[in-house]
């Protein structure tokens, strides 16, 4: 009894709800039609998202793919399911697509010709993500933007500096325009620090000084080791270069620089090695006096 009347409570609900309808030539819209579409299409949006959650976490669990092959097989997952999400749509609100064809040709063919960037940013992005020549947690410089790439988007690459800050680069970009990946196929990267000391010091004490400040901080890597080269003779000082090695450039370089020289500064102290600065000498001639003439008394 309890299901036969709301069985016929529903039937007097969705008949009152068709009864407000507005009619145009053959074609007839109610206010059932109207909620119908707006259930369909919020179920097909929930469904859709737990779908394509549920694919994403499956993907990401699994351990056979590298993290490019991930990313790229998440983007064709994700449109996959969109895919299929918009023909059931379609199939359950009962729209004719052919009424539609000369319409969609004409919307098409707009969309094509606003939308052209956006679709070869994507087949860039599919590009990349299949040659791994970039992959998500790669470190890149690009222009003047270094950093480490987060994410391998639909429109672009979101590479994320040491300044916290993210930069959104096109996936075009990163096809045509010549791009540094420290992280290619090895994460080694080498630190160049140029050091000057002055002519009057003991030069090997310097440089063994150097050596010691290059494997001071714990980011530096024993093999390959540090090494000092004796690069030139400057106008002010006797010019070295430390080499060193990290294996970690997605934490920056600036910070091992600044480690090492801190640490040569303190041994270049304690050793009396001194560092040099320009300087100038100024010799002052003393001019001959000219005699003045005598004043007029009169």
């Known amino acids: ?63 056979r793919l590298d993290v490019s092959q991930k990313a790229l097989l998440q983007k064709f997952a994700g449109i996959g399911i969109v895919t299929i999400a918009t023909m059931i749509g379609v199939d359950l609100l009962g729209i004719d697509l052919t009424a539609l064809a000369v319409f969609s040709g004409a919307l098409g063919l707009a969309v094509g010709f606003g939308l052209q960037k956006t679709l070869g940013n ?55 325009e010549a791009v540094e990946n420290w ?28 050596m010691e400040a290059a494997s001071h901080p714990s980011r530096v890597l024993a093999d390959p080791p540090p090494v000092v080269w004796l690069t030139g003779f400057g106008d002010n000082s006797v010019d070295h270069e430390i080499r060193i090695w990290i294996s970690d450039p997605e934490d920056g370089i600036g910070n091992v620089q600044s480690a090492v020289l801190n640490r040569l500064w303190i041994l270049f102290k304690e050793n009396d090695i001194e560092i040099p600065f320009p300087q100038r000498d100024v010799h002052v001639r003393t001019l001959p006096v000219t005699p003045q003439p005598a004043a007029s008394r009169d």
């Open 1 to 63: 009894m309890i299901i036969s009347g709301m069985f016929q409570s529903w039937t007097r609900f969705t008949t009152y709800l068709d009864s407000w309808a507005v009619s145009w030539g053959q074609h007839r819209t109610s206010m059932l039609d109207i909620a119908s579409t707006v259930v369909v299409l919020i179920a097909l949006y929930i469904v859709t998202r737990l779908v394509m959650r549920f694919a994403l976490r499956l993907i990401k669990r699994t351990e």
């Open 122 to 176: 994507l087949i860039a992005g599919l590009i990349l993500l299949m040659d791994k020549s970039v992959k998500p947690g790669d470190v890149i410089a690009v222009g003047d933007t270094f950093g480490s790439i987060n994410k391998i988007g639909i429109r672009a690459v979101s590479v994320l500096t040491r300044d916290g800050k993210e930069h959104l680069i096109p996936n075009e970009l990163l096809m045509t």
């Open 183 to 210: 992280s290619y196929s090895s994460k080694h990267v080498r630190v160049r620090i140029p050091v000057g000391v002055a002519y009057s010091c003991d030069l090997a004490l310097a440089q063994r000084l150097m």
